[in-house]
């Protein structure tokens, strides 16, 4: 007989152990469950996380930037070595051609100048051979010149696409990390019921109703606010050519690396708003800070540029009483808010 007795006991003593394992793998699934997180949670860790987006775009606008740059590079090093190959086929022509005339001249010499019995004719020939001479040696001279600014030329071209390349990698490793950096925001937003992100779409506007209410601001029934809901006082010159630009992007979308006409990120709104004005600026927040004169946070006049986080990553037009406007993140738009207070520094042009 069997150790462990009949068929029958053997499934009476199995069902508890089989429920014991059952339970013990349930406590540990629910254990290592991780809790859902609260709006708060999720509302702090988009925000960093468009923070860190924010970083990640004004790097690609950087980059972008230099893309440019080494393109205009890249093209005037080619044009450049277009010249040197003609310039160096010119040479060799004048060269061959001297090679010709000495030939001649050296076929003529011996033949007739050597036994010729006019003094003259032989001082005159003479004189050529000198010449041919003074003019191959130049002629050397100026094609080992030609060939080595092509080799020059080409060095600098074959550097220049380098560093083109070089730059695209580095564009699309920035696009990667904006793109990485929202989707995250996205999944965070994704784990919140669909009255959970309306209350928090609701929270954020009644910050801002909040804030601009303390400063004697009424947001109308829309929630949207304009600049002509503001009293306002728009400057005569080019300061006022910056905010009344800026105040007519009140609404677009927020996109990265974009800078109009119906989408805008931070510093491509900035650097547009101040083209009206007739300066052109960088699109990246970091450079157009030190693109123009430093002012105190007390001198600050609409028009001037706002600039937060360190290192410096978004920037706003100062429009007056208090306020500024902006272009903020994905998912937001254009609009105007109060003056932050974590303020870095600002500038006017």
Not at 211 to 238: N, T, Y
Not at 291 to 308: C, E, H, T
């Amino acid at each position: 007989m069997s150790l462990l007795g009949s068929p029958g006991r053997r499934r009476r003593m199995a069902l508890p152990v089989l429920g014991a394992v059952c339970s013990a793998i349930c406590l540990q699934s629910t254990a290592g469950a991780a809790p859902r997180p609260t709006i708060d949670q999720v509302r702090k860790q988009v925000d960093q996380l468009h923070e860190q987006a924010e970083v990640a775009t004004e790097k690609y606008n950087d980059t972008q930037g230099k893309v440019n740059g080494l393109k205009v590079q890249v093209s005037a090093a080619q044009q450049k070595v277009t010249q040197q190959q003609k310039a160096l086929q010119e040479a060799q022509a004048n060269l061959r051609q001297i090679a010709v005339d000495a030939y001649k001249a050296g076929d003529l010499a011996p033949l007739s100048l050597f036994f010729t019995d006019d003094p003259d004719r032989f001082l005159a020939a003479d004189g050529l051979l000198q010449s041919i001479g003074d003019r191959r040696a130049d002629a050397v001279e100026s094609l080992a010149r030609q060939r080595q600014l092509m080799v020059g030329g080409l060095t600098d071209q074959q550097e220049q696409q380098q560093r083109l390349e070089q730059a695209l990698k580095d564009l699309q490793a920035n696009r990667a990390q904006v793109l990485g950096k929202l989707s995250d925001a996205t999944n965070l937003l994704s784990q919140l019921t669909e009255e959970e992100r309306n209350r928090l779409g609701l929270a954020r506007s009644g910050q801002d109703r909040t804030s601009l209410s303390d400063l004697g601001v009424k947001v109308p029934a829309s929630g949207q606010l304009h600049c002509e809901d503001i009293p306002l006082s728009i400057p005569a010159g080019r300061a006022g050519k910056v905010v009344s630009y800026a105040c007519a992007q009140v609404g677009k979308p927020y996109q990265w690396g974009a800078d109009g006409p119906g989408v805008f990120d931070c510093s491509g709104l900035t650097m547009m708003a101040w083209k009206q004005a007739g300066v052109d600026l960088p699109h990246y927040a970091a450079d157009q800070a030190t693109a123009g004169k430093k002012v105190s946070r007390g001198d600050l006049k609409p028009g001037d540029l706002v600039f937060f986080h360190s290192p410096i990553s978004h920037v706003a037009i100062y429009i007056g009483n208090g306020l500024m406007l902006h272009a903020p993140q994905t998912g937001d738009v254009v609009k105007i808010v109060p003056l932050r207070s974590d303020l870095v520094t600002a500038a006017t042009y």
